[in-house]
């Protein structure tokens, strides 16, 4: 099982990136999905998850309205559409799926600064 995370960068406070993960050694679609976050001196926190069909979704209350979660399971790709950026979205992003234990991506450096 691996999870690559990518997309990430610098970014101005207001500006929007894309986060994918590809996953492989399992089908995304068969388990629900989940992005994290890590900020420095923080506890590692889930951001936003989405159920095995897609058709429900979960969001931290400090991302609600700006972030999205997606899969595109011909992909075997989760998404995370980040817009309205602010320095507190600084962090090291995270995918995560719970197949047979616990299974991070190495994770993807998100920094938002003007």
């Known amino acids: 099982v691996r999870l690559v995370e990518s997309g990430g960068g610098l970014v101005q406070p207001g500006g929007s990136l894309r986060l994918s993960c590809v996953a492989s050694?399992?089908?995304?679609?068969?388990?629900?999905m989940s992005w994290h976050r890590q900020a420095p001196g923080k506890e590692r926190e889930l951001v936003a998850g989405?159920?095995?069909?897609?058709?429900?979704?979960n969001y931290a209350d400090s991302v609600k309205g700006r972030f999205t979660i997606s899969r595109d399971n011909a992909k075997n790709t989760v998404f995370l559409q980040m817009n309205s950026l602010t320095p507190e979205d600084t962090a090291v992003y995270y995918c995560?799926?719970?197949?047979?234990?616990?299974?991070w991506g190495q994770g993807t450096q998100v920094t938002v600064s003007s």
């Open positions: 995560f799926a719970f197949r047979s234990g616990p299974n």
């Open positions: 050694g399992f089908s995304v679609s068969s388990y629900p």
């Open positions: 989405i159920s095995i069909t897609g058709g429900r979704t």
